[in-house]
């Protein structure tokens, strides 16, 4: 262990977060851009800004709210998620952001060493949540080849043979980092399975809002079953950080128990960043799909900039803000093409290393509006044109 002897070893043996290291890499590589953070590039909407503009001076705004989130938000998303997404029989929790969400129901549901499944490519920062939590079995299933789908027939064979049985199951839905979206049947069929091991199914609804070519985004509702949604992409209200659990009301002392790990990391999410998120609410889903509308050019630049990888290399796209694109077998190591492509190219992704799956590349289309995505797209061209027909030249 060495230095780190002191240092508790769930966080020595959690792995260093890609974006910290995406970050360091855009500062040392000069004029880089970024196809890498999940970002998107609108602010939320004006009229919500100008409301909490003159909230600052208001003195409930710098005091602690409740610790489940303010009542009147917390109202308004039970309504959201009634008529939006069809979950009835939910309770709410406001969060500082999805992941924060993560956290909690983490920490609520599972014990050091009980096993958990996900599956490959996976959302790194879901993964780095288990890790530090001292979940040591992460069980990671595979995505099918095609349409990089949860296998369900390998999670039935894992439910069934894993003893003691998995604590839960997470997807997330449209994916990160892959930007497919899983089919409703799909879903519940990874639910009843879920449902008669005996395990918790965590579903991610991040990017229900960003969904492509007519497809309808569904969510599912039972006792076994825990969503979480977010404001940060949907309202371009990422820094604000506000996300939300819908939790199963039926289950007897679940809410009090995630009220002690609420209390324990951010006591409640911020309250002027809560009265946003109320604000961003009354616009409406519509605003939010006019913003998402935009992104399909995005999609259509970066697909092409692709497409020197071949026509069977990519994948996903059929929501969230990400494709996910396949490299010549020889670049087994991933990092190096990242690196390569930032110093060489000025232009920066995801390794697929860091979501289970190396020999990938994870491009966000979010980030920057139609022209800057463009440029961006050069550049990722060249790269790979390069990258294809002579290597990592340097």
Not at 66 to 81: C, I, N, S
Not at 92 to 107: D, E, K, P
Request: hydrophobic residues 40%; charged residues 20%; proline residues 6%.
């Amino acid at each position: 262990m060495g230095s780190y002897g002191k240092l508790a070893r769930r966080a020595v043996e959690t792995e260093m977060p890609i974006m910290v290291q995406i970050q360091e890499l855009i500062r040392g590589a000069k004029n880089a851009v970024s196809l890498a953070q999940g970002v998107v590039y609108w602010q939320p909407p004006k009229k919500a800004l100008e409301k909490v503009k003159e909230l600052v001076w208001e003195p409930s705004v710098s005091k602690y709210g409740p610790d489940e989130g303010l009542p009147e938000l917390r109202a308004a998303l039970t309504k959201k998620l009634q008529k939006e997404n069809n979950l009835q029989k939910s309770s709410v929790m406001v969060t500082a952001g999805a992941n924060q969400a993560f956290v909690n129901i983490v920490l609520t549901l599972c014990d050091a060493g009980d096993s958990v499944v996900m599956f490959a490519p996976y959302y790194f920062n879901a993964y780095m949540s288990f890790q530090m939590t001292g979940i040591t079995n992460i069980l990671v299933g595979p995505g099918n080849p095609k349409t990089l789908h949860p296998d369900a027939d390998w999670l039935e064979r894992t439910l069934m043979e894993t003893k003691p049985t998995p604590k839960l199951v997470t997807v997330v839905n449209p994916g990160n980092p892959s930007g497919t979206y899983i089919p409703e049947p799909l879903l519940k069929r990874i639910s009843d399975l879920c449902r008669d091991a005996g395990a918790w199914l965590v579903v991610d609804n991040t990017y229900e809002y960003f969904m492509y070519d007519g497809l309808k985004h569904s969510c599912i509702e039972g006792n076994h079953i825990v969503n979480i949604f977010s404001f940060s992409k949907a309202y371009g209200m990422m820094g604000w950080r506000v996300g939300y659990i819908a939790y199963p009301s039926e289950v007897e002392g679940f809410g009090t128990q995630l009220l002690k790990v609420q209390d324990n990391i951010p006591i409640c999410a911020s309250i002027i960043s809560q009265h946003l998120a109320l604000h961003s609410l009354e616009t409406g889903p519509e605003w939010v799909t006019e913003q998402v509308k935009d992104l399909v050019k995005n999609k259509e630049i970066i697909l092409e900039a692709l497409s020197p990888l071949g026509e069977d290399a990519v994948r996903g796209g059929e929501g969230a803000i990400y494709l996910w694109a396949r490299l010549p077998e020889k670049y087994v190591d991933d990092y190096a093409v990242v690196r390569w492509l930032a110093h060489k190219h000025g232009v920066v992704v995801i390794p697929g290393g860091a979501c289970g799956c190396p020999g990938h590349l994870r491009i966000s289309f979010g980030g920057l509006v139609e022209a800057d995505c463009k440029s961006a797209a050069n550049r990722l061209r060249t790269g790979l044109e390069e990258l294809v027909k002579d290597g990592m030249v340097q």
